[in-house]
Nanobody, 121 residues
Framework: QVLLQESGPGLVKPAQTLSLTCTVS??????????WAWIRHSPGKGLEWMGV???????YYIPSLKSRTSISMETSKNQFTLQLSSVTPEDTAVYYC?????????????WGQGTQVTVSS
């Protein structure tokens, strides 16, 4: 059974860096063909795909966020992390970590429960 669970602060001050961790159980995050993504949902933007890290450590971020976003793997802990710098209230959202399986297409097969992050002073 694969389980993803987000953890991190629920409140971040503007201009600081948001750091979230996704702990994965049931499968190694370095296993081909899995990819590990961060997705967020907010009332203003809806569901927004942020970026992904592959089983081999390659990353991709959407252009609007790539200057502020870093996704890394902590393989010894079977975790991957999101760092979003220079946050503003517009970054307030529920953040999800998600597994993606590339087969014929992309299957978002496992999701974390989501964690609310509020950016406020």
């Amino acid at each position: 059974q694969v389980l993803l669970q987000e953890s991190g602060p629920g409140l971040v001050k503007p201009a600081q860096t948001l750091s979230l961790t996704c702990t994965v159980s049931g499968v190694s995050i370095t296993t081909n063909p899995y990819y590990w993504a961060w997705i967020r949902h907010s009332p203003g933007k809806g569901l927004e795909w942020m970026g992904v890290i592959s089983y081999g450590g390659s990353t991709y971020y959407i252009p609007s966020l790539k200057s502020r976003t870093s996704i890394s793997m902590e393989t010894s802990k079977n975790q991957f992390t999101l760092q979003l710098s220079s946050v503003t209230p517009e970054d307030t959202a529920v953040y999800y970590c998600v597994r993606i399986v590339r087969s014929r297409g992309y299957d978002y097969d496992y999701w974390g429960q989501g964690t609310q992050v509020t950016v406020s002073s």
